[in-house]
């Protein structure tokens, strides 16, 4: 069964930058698809980033396009997301999630992802 854990949250003051790390284990993160997901204090879970398996597509949510990197480390089984210029609309409870894809897969969304997160909390204030 695979298990995700996120680190690297805290409190940031706007503009600032953080870098949210998912860690795996019971599998390897090479056979998934991962993404970062966000939820906000009373709002809905956002998709926030996905890569795919190959790592050869990513994909952002336009809020968050040209401040958020997200990247796949597979050796160290981790897949990370680099956020700069932060701002206070990005405060949320932050969760990677996964999903096993075939080999060939060409499906680069992350949707109906099967594995989740306990969450890290992002917290932007001044």
């Known amino acids: 069964q695979l298990q995700l854990v996120e680190s690297g949250g805290g409190l940031v003051q706007p503009g600032g930058s953080l870098r949210l790390s998912c860690a795996a284990s019971g599998g390897s993160l090479n056979a998934y698809a991962i993404g970062w997901f966000r939820q906000a204090p009373g709002k809905e879970r956002e998709g926030v980033s996905c890569?795919?398996?190959?790592?050869?597509?990513?994909d952002y949510r336009d809020s968050v396009k040209g401040r958020f990197t997200i990247s796949r480390d597979n050796a160290k089984n981790t897949v990370y997301l680099q956020m700069n210029s932060l701002n206070s609309e990005d405060t949320a409870v932050y969760y990677c999630a996964a999903d096993w894809r075939p080999p060939l897969s060409s499906r680069t969304d992350c949707s109906g992802m099967a594995y989740w997160g306990k969450g890290a909390l992002v917290t932007v204030s001044s």
């Open positions: 890569i795919s398996r190959s790592g050869g597509h990513t």
